[in-house]
Structures are given as structure tokens and as C-alpha cells.
């Protein structure tokens, strides 16, 4: 049984000297790997609520969130409103027939109007690719005596980019 067992383990042997290495071979190439950023802008705003005005001149804020991509100019414009014949210099908030009179400004100041000519009373920044937020300035003066009631008004905010 020696000699059948010594005779398997020379062909086993015999086997492993014959056989050829096997060797794994490989091949590369690049990819190309491509895209477009196109500038883009995003604009939110939260409410400018005034309270109760009581014929004090009465102040008030809200802020409108620009989000553009780096490097992207954009100015910010404000309209009028939908107050019958309001202007940007005087906006109106309406109740039924009767309006409240206001302002938006720039500054805290309350020296420059938010308005929708550009150059003039626009505001202009570049975009970051992050969240810039501006402050919009608002200001009902004081003397006006309209009907109680709730008064409101709906501010369009227009970024060009």
C-alpha cells in the first residue's frame, strides 16, 4: 500500500512541476466625468407683520433669504403692492375701501426705498452658493386715522440673476 501511496504523491508532484503559472492581466482607461453649472437664484421671505397700530408711526421688519450660486450678480426688487395706487414710495394695505399707508426701506436708517428700478432703489449682491439674508425695513407713519380693522397688502419680490 506504501508503493500506491508513494506513487500517487509522484504524480501530484509530477503535476505541480508541470503546470504552467497562471498570471491575471489587466487593462485601463479613463472616464470622463462632466456638468453644467447654471446660475440659479432662490428667493424666500418671511412676514413683515407691523402689530397694532394705534395712529403712532410704527416700525417693522422682515427678511427675504437670496440663494444663488457662487459668483452669480442678482439684483432684488420689490413692487408696489396691490393696494390701489400704491407707489414704492407709499405702498397701501387695504381693509374693504379703506388703505394704510407705508414704506419699505433698505436701512434701518429707513433713508433708502426698496423699489423696482434698478440702479436706483434695487439691491444688488452676488450670490455665495449659501443663504444670504437681507433685511427689508418697513415704517406706517404716523397721523393716519383709517376704519379699525385688519389691514393687509402682498409684496412681490422679484430677483433678476
Do not use: E, H, W
Not at 501530484?12 to 437664484?41: G, R
Not at 413683515?48 to 395712529?55: D, I, R
Not at 407709499?90 to 419699505?104: D, G, I, P, V
Request: hydrophobic letters at 35%; proline letters at 3%.
Amino acid at each position: 500500500m506504501n508503493k500506491i501511496s508513494m506513487a500517487g504523491l509522484g504524480l501530484a508532484v509530477s503535476a505541480t512541476m508541470c503546470a504552467t503559472p497562471a498570471f491575471a492581466a489587466t487593462a485601463t482607461t479613463t472616464m470622463s466625468v462632466t456638468a453644467t453649472v447654471q446660475a440659479t437664484c432662490t428667493i424666500s421671505a418671511t412676514t413683515l407683520a407691523f402689530g397694532t397700530y394705534s395712529g403712532v408711526q410704527l416700525d417693522g421688519s422682515s427678511t427675504l433669504t437670496v440663494n444663488c450660486t457662487n459668483t452669480t450678480p442678482y439684483t432684488l426688487a420689490l413692487d408696489a403692492g396691490t393696494g390701489t395706487g400704491a407707489t414704492v414710495a407709499t405702498r397701501k394695505m387695504s381693509a374693504s375701501a379703506q388703505t394704510l399707508n407705508y414704506s419699505l426701506y433698505q436701512d434701518s436708517g429707513r433713508a433708502t426705498l426698496f423699489g423696482q428700478t434698478t440702479g436706483t432703489d434695487t439691491a444688488a449682491g452676488t450670490g455665495n452658493g449659501g443663504a444670504q439674508p437681507l433685511t427689508v425695513y418697513g415704517r406706517i407713519s404716523g397721523g393716519q386715522l383709517p376704519t379699525p380693522g385688519s389691514y393687509a397688502d402682498t409684496i412681490t419680490a422679484t430677483i433678476t440673476y
